[in-house]
């Protein structure tokens, strides 16, 4: 995953969903503290938009928390704590655990080629790999002993391997380009798949605190027509378990310390 700003690509090293290698002391954060952030995590099961360009547009009929139907994963991510010059500690790593019986189709959705991603000229990504419409997220960033908020935005493309890529923008104060990958495997019940995504320390200038990550929201979620048949990417399980769906999110700090929390989501109406 690489990171870099327009303005200072030569010293920017994501603020993302969602979210590298695991540190074990804070060395560029005045009056940090050992505590570990506060983390919340809401998630719903929505209808796959037709048009990711258009998240508020017409969504596949029949899609959404149907049991056995295609859907989108809509979640928000907040994080607060002062721990870290009065903010968050920056986050390294996000590992989302899905329910088990969730199913991931990744045959036939087209993929952006790494060369593209690592460039970060997403807007040559082929039709169709957009993963999702685009998300926001809002962060802080530091010039010297200024810190100062960010907003972003947040782009996800079906990577090769079956991964998903993660392209993060933004523009004020700092011009940032921040590119995350993340990698499927199957996590142990009552879980199924398991997303895990590095996250690299973003610097805005030599010597600065690393950006800290406050809020993410994003949506994941496509389909393509094969035919008159809809392929889906994500498909909700065929039965729901007593209480909802039940999901699990770790996200790991800058600091060392890693916050569990287990998200749930209502089983559909009958």
Request: charged content about 15%; overall charge positive.
């Amino acid at each position: 995953m690489a990171a870099h700003g327009r303005s200072l690509r030569s010293t920017l090293a994501l603020l993302c969903v969602t979210i590298g290698a695991l540190a074990v002391a804070i060395v560029a954060a005045p009056g940090a503290a050992s505590a570990a952030p506060t983390v919340t995590v809401k998630a719903k099961i929505v209808p796959i938009p037709i048009d990711p360009s258009k998240p508020n547009g017409p969504t596949y009929p029949g899609t959404g928390n149907i049991l056995g139907a295609g859907a989108a994963l809509e979640a928000t991510l907040s994080i607060s704590g002062t721990e870290y010059g009065g903010y968050p500690s920056p986050v390294t790593k996000v590992v989302v655990e899905l329910p088990a019986g969730v199913k991931l189709h990744t045959q036939g959705f087209p993929v952006c080629p790494t060369a593209i991603l690592e460039s970060h000229e997403v807007q040559k990504c082929p039709k169709g790999s957009s993963a999702g419409p685009t998300g926001e997220a809002l962060g802080v960033v530091s010039f010297g002993g200024t810190r100062v908020s960010e907003k972003a935005t947040i782009q996800a493309f079906f990577a090769p391997g079956g991964g998903l890529a993660f392209y993060t923008e933004g523009t004020s104060p700092a011009e940032l380009e921040v590119l995350a990958t993340g990698s499927f495997t199957t996590a142990p019940p009552p879980f199924g798949p398991k997303l895990t995504v590095p996250v690299p320390l973003v610097e805005t200038v030599p010597g600065a605190p690393y950006a800290s990550v406050l809020s993410i929201k994003g949506k994941v979620g496509a389909a393509i027509k094969q035919g008159k048949k809809l392929i889906s990417y994500g498909t909700v399980p065929k039965t729901c378990p007593k209480g909802g769906f039940k999901g699990k999110v770790e996200i790991t700090f800058f600091s060392g310390e890693t916050v569990t929390v287990s998200p749930t989501v209502p089983c559909p109406k009958r």
